[in-house]
């Protein structure tokens, strides 16, 4: 069996052709696009169940039809066959004889299951393994990047960036509601669940960008709490990782210091943080490098100063309900803040 | 229900029709007239009825909400619906199909049908039948009230906590949920009693255990289900609603204050996948009757798959953990739920390849019911196959609450219950109404529904395996979703529309169908002996039964039962085992109060909502009732009247008795 799920292509072709390549293969956020080894356990696994119950569907199929054929359309309602007990010891024993076969593929497949769950569940005794807090918010993710030292500490949100070929350890924890971490490319989801924090492993096996999104029904905007997956070579992503430990840049041009301004005097300093300077609230996303991120309002649209001048605004009509309030700044105002922002790399 | 101009002419073959015997128990059994009468009216036929077709008005409503999250959902980031309208929708629609169609539309088939199939003349506690009909319709009727109202429930069908709990649910709508689930359980739990009762204490003389119809035995399989889940699902929202109550604000589900929100998960499951075995346990009793009817043959394994659904119904209550595998719970506690989940393929798989058996081995006659049942076998198979993959924990991790597993439960609960269902209306219509539905009108209605439901649902397969979550309201165009959620979107209208098509052929058949006859397919089953529709009495005489297929095993011998009372309710009781005849019962006659307790029960639990002190007034209220219910003679005249003996009949022969059978029943012998 271990030669057949080493032979990937074949396993990718087989299921690409079994999903007729509606969309293809090789999206952003999907099961069988793997990249890491835990999605690729899993999706030989599933290789496996797809062809075995295929077969199986198919063969009864077959019978179903036969039976179908079979069948006289006349009006007629014939009288009922007498017994014949000859024919049903027949019968009991051909039943039986498939009873048997399908137990014994059901115990393969426990057996299956048994060594990927346990070769996936290896990787929690790796000691250098990255470690990671996720705690859920309606309806966002922060992001901490844990370490010893607690000045080290990296806060961020809904954009994770991960070194590749290396375990990343996720500590899970929810603020509010019941939320579920799911990235398919790398690894099955895991729910977050307030007052039970827990673990999960993964390793990314090649650089790229990759989404994820909530899998548990969390309120009104769950539809909209997504994250993005960076994976880069160890050497960028400690780079990355140098950075974000970084204050925040003090604005140079006025119009900058103004944005600050208007950033420190209005409800934004309510919420969010930027480290460096007075803000440090804890019920939004910290805003520290906020201009680094690819995406904004949890991956609901991309980082640019158009959509983040409306989610300031508005962000009702992005996100109806999102707990963000809606705004009434000047435009000389939102300029400024935009400005100031965008320096926030 | 109004019965269409057919004759009623008790048609047992060379049985001559007594009039006089007719007119007395007609005048015994029949309800009275108009409103009134409507709403005392305990006849099991007519209760069973209502529950069918309410179930179906119900069915029509959840279908209506799911077009509208399908257009929704047809195009990314679309506007046809808000987030909040959402979510109360795919809420809602949840609810509705699961405790408002799906289990009253299988109990109500086995109210209707247990006691013909089984040879009495009407249920065990009729009374209590009724009330559990108003408690279910009130439940129905509060739901979509709410709903209309713009409170009705957003935190989906299993309402998690802590989502559904005070903090993050303000407002009545998450109290919707919980009262109206322990309204409609009470009711579930109430046609559960009254089915087990009859179907163990009054069959007809010679229906040993082993004898039963399959259908039956579906029936009380499921109603024992209902009896051990339902408690589990009261307990989950009775829990929540006083950790909502004002005044009352416990902590069982509050984290912060040491509650727990898993062992509201727990609680929940327990009932709730048991609950798919009490929808489809009933769907593969049709399956078996009708696949034993049309192969003209008897049904090859009946004690294989009678023990099967004994093991379907205990195993189902060893495998709901795996709906929380992606919850923090031990591996080793999730590998025991991936065996148990597994397990359960095998019952399911002896019933399948008992019917293919009986199918291949039989005369196979093709009409409109055997026609969904072939779809049934294929879907439903597709649907077990899909299971068993997420039955694995690893794999079930990955395709857990995506499209993937909507997929997989509705061809699971449409495949394998909605199809049944068709076929069991199309088979059991010309009992229930003289007239046969329309073969042809049929048959399109099948096309429709297995091509629509296809389009539907297969892409939904590949849409979770493209990383699609359940519950989203909307997704962006860059998710490359769009293409099968416009197919799936296209599918539900042409589901829609074969329902459209059922619904004309029922209206078009009712007044102008071919008449039927008492047995227009052949079939063994006692049902098929008396008239259809059937008089209020169901049977003349209470029948007696030879072998498991009664019709098809009856011999000119086969004698009837006489010497019940025309001018009481009387039934006759038979022992658990063996069916011998046991002592004549009288049951209680139609009467209001259970009309009226159904109203203080679900006007209390409604009033809960808003004030605790609702529970202390309808006590002693329902107290009230309670004792007028069952203080013998208080009914009113025109209800006793009815029930008078007719002048000249002959005086009952023995006084009701617990004595020996031979002096309860007389064998009347040659009278077939």
């Given at each position: 069996m271990r030669k057949v799920f080493q032979q990937r292509s074949v396993t990718r072709a087989l299921t690409c052709i079994a999903l007729l390549r509606v969309s293809g293969?090789?999206?952003?956020?999907?099961?069988?696009?793997?990249?890491g080894p835990q999605a690729e356990g899993v999706a030989h696994l599933w290789t496996g169940f797809l062809i075995v119950m295929s077969i199986i569907w198919v063969l009864v199929a077959i019978a179903t039809a036969r039976a179908a054929f079979k069948c006289t359309t006349q009006k007629l309602i014939e009288p009922p066959l007498p017994h014949n007990p000859s024919q049903n010891k027949f019968l009991t024993w051909v039943v039986g004889s498939l009873v048997g076969v399908t137990t014994i593929i059901l115990f393969a497949f426990l057996f299956g299951e048994f060594f990927v769950a346990r070769s996936a569940s290896a990787?929690?005794?790796?000691?250098n393994a990255l470690n990671i807090k996720i705690i859920g918010h309606q309806w966002w993710w922060e992001v901490q990047y844990m370490?010893?030292?607690?000045?080290?500490i990296v806060m961020t949100a809904n954009e994770i960036h991960i070194p590749t070929d290396r375990t990343i350890q996720l500590q899970l924890d929810s603020a509010d509601v019941i939320h579920s971490f799911w990235a398919p490319n790398f690894e099955g989801k895991k729910d977050l669940v307030p007052g039970h924090p827990t673990l999960m492993w993964f390793k990314a096996s090649r650089p790229g960008s990759f989404r994820g999104q909530c899998a548990?029904?969390?309120?009104?905007q769950h539809a909209h709490m997504r994250f993005v997956i960076l994976t880069e070579e160890p050497s960028k992503f400690e780079q990355w990782l140098a950075d974000q430990r970084k204050s925040a840049p003090d604005p140079k041009t006025d119009e900058q210091k103004r944005g600050q301004h208007v950033f420190m005097t209005?409800?934004?300093?309510?919420?969010h943080s930027i480290q460096g300077t007075d803000a440090g609230g804890?019920?939004?996303?910290?805003?520290?490098?906020?201009?680094?991120?690819?995406?904004?309002a949890a991956g609901s649209r991309p980082n640019t100063v158009g959509h983040l001048a409306g989610w300031i605004m508005d962000p009702q009509k992005i996100k109806?309900?999102?707990l963000m309030p809606q705004h009434t700044l000047t435009p000389q105002d939102l300029r400024a803040l935009l400005e100031y922002l965008e320096t926030l790399k | 229900m109004t019965t269409p101009?057919?004759?009623?002419?008790?048609?047992?073959?060379g049985e001559q029709v007594d009039p006089q015997a007719h007119h007395e128990l007609d005048r015994t059994w029949t309800p009275a007239h108009g409103f009134i009468g409507w709403l005392v009216d305990t006849n099991q036929k007519h209760i069973g009825m209502r529950y069918i077709v309410t179930a179906m008005i119900f069915f029509g409503l959840a279908g209506l909400l799911a077009l509208a999250m399908r257009i929704q959902l047809?195009?990314?980031?679309?506007?046809?619906?808000?987030a909040d309208k959402y979510n109360q929708f795919f809420t809602v629609h949840g609810m509705t199909m699961m405790f408002l169609f799906a289990v009253p539309i299988m109990e109500g088939f086995g109210l209707y049908l247990v006691s013909l199939m089984i040879g009495t003349r009407n249920v065990a506690f009729p009374r209590l039948n009724a009330f559990g009909y108003y408690m279910y319709v009130f439940g129905g009727i509060f739901l979509f009230t709410m709903l209309f109202l713009?409170?009705?429930?957003?935190?989906?069908?299993?309402?998690?906590?802590p989502l559904s709990g005070p903090q993050y649910s303000p407002g009545k709508r998450a109290d919707t949920w919980s009262q109206m689930i322990t309204l409609t359980e009470i009711s579930a739990l109430v046609g559960a009693t009254v089915t087990i009762c009859t179907a163990f204490?009054?069959?007809?003389?010679?229906?040993?255990l082993n004898r039963i119809p399959i259908f039956v035995w579906a029936e009380v399989i499921t109603s024992f289900m209902i009896i051990f889940a339902m408690p589990a699902v009261m307990l989950a929202s009775g829990l929540l609603a006083m950790d909502r109550l004002v005044h009352v604000?416990?902590?069982?589900?509050n984290p912060a204050e040491g509650g727990d929100v898993l062992l509201y998960q727990h609680t929940f499951w327990f009932f709730g996948h048991p609950e798919v075995y009490i929808i489809f346990i009933p769907a593969t009793g049709f399956v078996s009757e009708i696949v034993q009817t049309f192969s003209?043959?008897?049904?090859?394994g009946y004690t294989a798959l009678v023990l099967s659904l004994i093991a379907t119904a205990f195993i189902g209550f060893?495998?709901?953990v795996h709906h929380m595998f992606?919850?923090?719970?031990?591996l080793l506690g999730r590998l025991f739920f991936t065996g148990s989940s597994m397990l359960i393929a095998i019952p399911s798989g002896i019933q399948i390849f008992c019917w293919l058996a009986t199918l291949l081995t039989g005369k196979p006659q093709l009409k409109t019911p055997l026609l969904f049942v072939l779809g049934f076998i294929l879907l439903f198979v597709m649907g077990g196959l899909t299971g068993i993959m997420q039955a694995a924990v690893s794999v079930d991790r990955q395709l857990h609450d995506t499209f993937f597993v909507v997929a997989h439960f509705h061809y699971v609960l449409?495949?394998?219950a909605v199809f049944p269902l068709f076929a069991a209306m199309y088979y059991w219509f010309p009992k229930w109404t003289g007239r046969m539905l329309n073969e042809k009108i049929g048959i399109w209605n099948f096309i429709l529904l297995f091509i629509g439901f296809n389009l539907t649902f297969f892409p939904m397969h590949i849409l979770g395996l493209q990383g699609m979550t359940r519950r989203v309201y909307t997704y962006v165009p860059?998710?490359?979703?769009?293409n099968n959620n416009l197919l799936a979107t296209i599918g539900a209208f042409i589901i829609g529309l074969s329902v459209l098509v059922f619904l004309v052929n029922v209206i078009v058949s009712r007044k102008r169908?071919?008449?039927?006859?008492?047995n227009p397919w052949g079939?063994?089953?006692?049902?098929?002996?008396?008239t259809s529709p059937p008089?209020?009495?169901?049977?003349?005489y209470v029948p007696t039964v030879d072998g498991r297929a009664a019709l098809w095993d009856?011999?000119?011998?086969?004698p009837v039962i006489v010497g019940?009372?025309?001018d009481k309710r009387e039934v006759l009781t038979t022992t658990l085992?063996?069916?011998r005849p046991d002592h004549r019962y009288e049951l209680a006659i139609d009467s209001i109060w259970p009309f009226v307790l159904a109203i203080i029960t679900s006007g209390c639990f409604i009033a809960a909502i808003f004030t605790p002190w609702a529970i202390p007034v309808a006590a002693v209220l329902a107290f009230i009732v309670l004792g007028l219910w069952f203080w013998?003679?208080?009914?009113p005249k025109f209800l006793v009247e009815r029930l008078?003996?007719?002048?000249?009949a002959p005086p009952p022969?023995?006084?009701?008795?617990?004595?020996?059978p031979n002096i309860v029943a007389q064998l009347k012998p040659g009278q077939t």
């Open positions: 293969c090789r999206g952003k956020q999907n099961v069988l696009d793997v990249a990787m929690s005794q790796d000691v370490d010893a030292v607690a000045s080290n548990e029904f969390c309120g009104m209005t409800t934004c300093i309510m919420c804890l019920v939004g996303p910290n805003l520290t490098h906020v201009a680094s991120r690819t995406m904004i109806p309900g999102v | 101009a057919v004759e009623h002419v008790n048609q047992l073959p047809a195009f990314p980031e679309n506007n046809f619906l808000s713009n409170t009705g429930p957003d935190v989906g069908w299993f309402a998690y906590t204490k009054q069959r007809a003389p010679g229906m040993t604000n416990t902590h069982f589900f003209r043959r008897r049904i090859f060893g495998l709901w992606a919850t923090p719970i031990p449409i495949g394998g860059e998710t490359g979703w769009g169908g071919e008449i039927a006859g008492p079939a063994p089953g006692l049902e098929w002996s008396t008089p209020t009495y169901n049977f003349l009856q011999t000119k011998d086969t019940l009372s025309h085992l063996d069916a013998r003679g208080n009914e008078k003996a007719t002048p000249g022969e023995v006084q009701r008795t617990f004595a020996a």
